[in-house]
T-cell receptor, first 112, second 111 residues
Framework: SQTIHQWPATLVQPVGSPLSLECTVEGTSNPNLYWYRQAAGRGLQLLFYSVGIGQISSEVPQNLSASRPQDRQFILSSKKLLLSDSGFYLC???????????FGPGTRLTVT | AQSVTQPDIHITVSEGASLELRCNYSYGATPYLFWYVQSPGQGLQLLLKYFSGDTLVQGIKGFEAEFKRSQSSFNLRKPSVHWSDAAEYFCAVGAAGKSTFGDGTTLTVKP
């Protein structure tokens, strides 16, 4: 069966520090991968999605970036965090050409 | 482009009572439709999905949803709510290579 992992589960970082969140998927090949952010009490905001290694599409211009160095690995990064980057970050995957998404447990990021 | 509206931000029901969460979508054709549930501090879990065929779909945890093309709706229902159903519920639409999520409905269950 397929599983999706995210780490760390929680993170507290000062403003201006770098960020690296990692997501890996097991049990499937060539998935579509997604990064979402969820602000407190709000819905999901799609940040990035990827249909293959090195192929990243950005939905919202911001100081975050994403990379997909391996087929089942998706990384969210920032060189300098802002207070507004605080939130709950969710990684998800889907089978290619389908819309049914499977979500990881999330990372709670607090920028202080 | 598609859009999803969940008109109810917060709903409170008593345990054992029936539940209906509303979802309306906007798209030129019939999209793929989903309901997800999110417990506090966790990721989203797929409850059910509609692609085509029977407009009443059954999901996990005793939930069902009915697709009504004439109303562009995909409402989620449960006959008898349990305290463990308290969570955030998201409706989502998939079409034209993109998924769009509603803003969610928070369900509180009164004992």
């Amino acid at each position: 069966s397929q599983t999706i992992h995210q780490w760390p589960a929680t993170l507290v970082q000062p403003v201006g520090s770098p960020l690296s969140l990692e997501c890996t998927v097991e049990g499937t090949s060539n998935p579509n991968l997604y990064w979402y952010r969820q602000a407190a009490g709000r819905g999901l905001q799609l940040l990035f999605y990827s249909v293959g290694i090195g192929q990243i599409s950005s939905e919202v211009p911001q100081n975050l970036s994403a990379s997909r160095p391996q087929d089942r690995q998706f990384i969210l990064s920032s060189k300098k965090l802002l207070l507004s980057d605080s939130g709950f970050y969710l990684c998800a995957w889907s089978v290619r050409d389908t819309y049914e998404q499977y979500f990881g447990p999330g990372t709670r990021l607090t920028v202080t | 482009a598609q859009s999803v509206t969940q008109p109810d931000i917060h709903i409170t029901v008593s345990e054992g009572a029936s539940l209906e969460l509303r979802c309306n979508y906007s798209y030129g054709a019939t999209p793929y439709l989903f309901w997800y549930v999110q417990s506090p501090g966790q990721g989203l879990q797929l409850l059910l999905k509609y692609f085509s065929g029977d407009t009443l779909v059954q999901g996990i945890k005793g939930f069902e949803a009915e697709f009504k093309r004439s109303q562009s709706s995909f409402n989620l229902r449960k006959p008898s709510v349990h305290w463990s159903d308290a969570a955030e519920y998201f409706c989502a639409v998939g079409a034209a290579g993109k998924s769009t999520f509603g803003d969610g409905t928070t369900l509180t269950v009164k004992p």
